[in-house]
């Protein structure tokens, strides 16, 4: 079985400031690794993705993660954050083929993202 | 543009009482699922369609049904809800090859009174 572990629940931060969004991992396969964004009261909006190769995955809206596989992480980080970024971010994992929950995603419980002025 | 749409956006009923939320996509992928998501909670996958194929997820309680008559169209029916029951439902799809990414709708925001 595979687990996800956000090890933030809020994170507040000013205008332009860098940010890191922290997320761990447990599975005893290879895994899919993503990170997702919820604006209030809508949907889950992929920001990126790491499936293979780099490690070092760039996202959209200016986000970047890298995938540490001896650490287990998957951190989210951006080096300059808006008003716009205010929301929430959940870190999520796949199961790679062979993985007896393949296909399925297990979600953090997500980081509340504030970006005060 | 290709997407997975929701209706509708925000369900009110009442305690006991019926309720069916939709979910249709144009992205014909052949794999759809539903999550619930409570209040400040991680999405949880009840079940899922890989075609006509129905998995249900062990945890999901008998109250939660689904149908899924055709590729574009997926139903999700509880059969009685109860107040725990009010939460966010969010449809995704992904395709059949390596179901790796997902994509999701709205969502249907459902209230119970």
């Known amino acids: 079985a595979q687990s996800v572990t956000q090890l933030d629940s809020q994170v507040p931060v000013f205008e332009e400031a860098p940010v890191e969004l922290r997320c761990n991992y447990s599975?005893?396969?290879?895994?899919?690794l993503f990170w997702y964004v919820q604006y209030p009261n809508q949907g889950l909006q992929l920001l990126l993705k790491y499936l293979s190769g780099s490690t070092l995955v760039k996202g959209i809206n200016g986000f970047e993660a890298e995938f540490n596989k001896s650490q287990t992480s998957f951190h989210l980080r951006k080096p300059s954050v808006h008003i716009s970024d205010t929301a929430e971010y959940f870190c999520a994992v796949s199961e790679g083929a062979g993985g007896t929950s393949y296909g399925k995603l297990t979600f953090g419980q997500g980081t509340i993202l504030t970006v005060h002025p | 543009d290709a997407m997975v749409i929701q209706n509708p956006r925000y369900q009110v009923t009442q305690f006991g009482k019926p309720v069916t939320l939709s979910c249709s996509q144009t992205?014909?992928?052949?794999?759809m699922y539903w999550y619930q998501q409570k209040s400040s909670q991680a999405p949880k996958l009840l079940f899922h369609y890989y075609d006509k194929d129905f998995n249900n997820e062990a945890d999901t309680p008998d109250n939660f049904q689904s149908r899924r008559p055709n590729t574009s169209f997926c139903f999700l029916d509880i059969r009685s809800p109860g107040l725990g029951d009010a939460a966010m439902y969010l449809c995704a799809t992904s395709r059949q090859a390596d179901r790796v990414e997902l994509f999701f709708g709205s969502g249907t925001q459902l209230s119970v009174l």
């Open positions: 992205l014909n992928h052949n794999v």
């Open positions: 599975s005893s396969v290879s895994v899919y």
